[in-house]
C-alpha cells in the first residue's frame, strides 16, 4: 500500500493536497454476459488546499465514477485516494466526514423547511446541537430569510443552493459539486458561483465538474481535463488556455468574394460571408505574415482583422478530439 501523505489532518494542519491519488482505477464489472467496463484507468492527481479545481469531460468520461469513489459510493478497483490526508480505505470514516458531494439530482423534500432539512442531514452525519451551524450555513449559501419556509416554495436556484447547504453540514474541508448549474439559467448560475467563491474564501476547497466550459474558465484556478477514463490535462487554467495551438482569425474584406480563390483552399480558411474570412490557424505551424502575404497574392483585399482569444473550449475539443482521432487511428479506421 502506498505511503500516507506526509502532512495529514492528524497533524492538524491543512494537508498540502486536498485529495490525491495515485493509480485510482475502477472497472465495472459486465453482468449478463455484458463485458467490463474500464471506467477509470490508472490516474494520478492532486488537487490543491484551498483550490477552486475544475473536472472536465465528455459525457461518460469518468468523473462521476471518480466523485462516486472519493463519496464512498463506489469501490475502487486498485490504486489509492486520500481526502484531506485519509486514507479512504484506510479510514473511510475520516475520509468521508473530510467532503460533501452536492449530487447532480435535486432531491429535496419538500415538506420540510430548509433549517429543518440541514438539522436532519446534521443528525445523520452526527454532528451534535451545540455543534450545528445551521444559520451560519443557510446565510452563507444566501437562503436565511427562507430559513423557515417550506422547500417546495423555494426557487429552483434557491433548491440548488440547499442542496450546498446541505452537504456543508459537517462542515468538510473539501466540498465537491457534480454538474451544479446544469438547467439553471444565467442569473441563478451567477449567484450560486459568487456564494461558492464565497465558501472558497473563507477556506473551503472547491472541487466541480461542469459541462460549461466558460464557467470552468471564470471560476476554477485549475482544471483536469478528462476523456475516455484517462487525464488528459491537468494544469492552470492561465497555463493550459495558453498551451493551445490554435487560433482563430477573422477577417474583414473592403471587397466581396463569391467564393474561396482556390489557392487559399486548405489553409483553413471559410468565407462566412462575401466580406468576412474566418481563418484557424496552428501557430507552431503558420506564421500569420505568411497568411497575410497569401491572401494578398490571391487578390484577398483586408479590410480590418481580429484575431479571437483561444477559449477553453478550444483547448478541449483539441484535446479530446486529439484522443478521439489516436483512438480511430489505432483502430485502423
Ligand atoms: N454501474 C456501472 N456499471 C457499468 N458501467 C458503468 C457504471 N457506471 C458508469 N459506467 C460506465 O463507465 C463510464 C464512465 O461513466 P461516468 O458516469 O463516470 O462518466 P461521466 O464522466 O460522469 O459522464 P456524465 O457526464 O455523462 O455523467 C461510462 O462508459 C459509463 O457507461
Known sequence: MAAEPSLTSQSGAAPESAIRLRGLTKTYR?????????????????????SIFGLLGPNGAGKSTLINILAGL????????????????????????????????????????????????????????????????????????????????????????????????????VLVLDEPTAGVDIELRRSLWAHVRALNRAGTTIVLTTHYLEEAEEMCDRIAIIDQGRIVACDS?????????SKTMVV????PLAALPPGLAGRGMELAAP???????????????????????????????????????????????????ARRQAAGE
Open 30 to 50: 459486465g453482468r449478463n454476459k455484458q463485458p467490463d467496463k474500464l471506467a477509470l484507468r490508472p490516474t494520478d492527481l492532486d488537487i490543491p488546499a484551498g
Open 74 to 173: 463506489v469501490t475502487k478497483t486498485a490504486g489509492d485516494a486520500w481526502i484531506w490526508g485519509y486514507d479512504i480505505a484506510r479510514s473511510p470514516r475520516q475520509a468521508r466526514a473530510a467532503i460533501g458531494v452536492v449530487p447532480q439530482e435535486l432531491n429535496i423534500d419538500p415538506f420540510f423547511t430548509p433549517r429543518e432539512l440541514l438539522d436532519l442531514q446534521a443528525g445523520l452525519y452526527g454532528v451534535p446541537k451545540r455543534e450545528r451551524i445551521t444559520t451560519e450555513i443557510l446565510e452563507a449559501v444566501g437562503l436565511a430569510d427562507k430559513a423557515d419556509s417550506y422547500a417546495r416554495t423555494l426557487s429552483g436556484g434557491m433548491r440548488r443552493r440547499l442542496m450546498v447547504a446541505k452537504a456543508m453540514v459537517h462542515s468538510p474541508p
Open 237 to 245: 487554467t492561465a497555463n493550459l488556455l495558453s498551451s493551445v495551438d
Open 252 to 255: 474583414s474584406l473592403s471587397e
Open 275 to 325: 466580406t468576412r474570412l474566418v481563418v484557424r490557424y496552428r501557430p507552431s505551424e503558420t506564421r500569420l505574415g505568411d497568411l497575410l502575404t497569401l491572401m494578398d497574392q490571391n487578390g484577398v483585399r483586408i479590410a480590418d482583422l481580429s484575431t479571437e482569444e483561444t477559449d477553453l473550449e478550444d483547448i478541449f475539443l483539441q484535446l479530446t478530439g486529439e484522443a478521439a482521432a
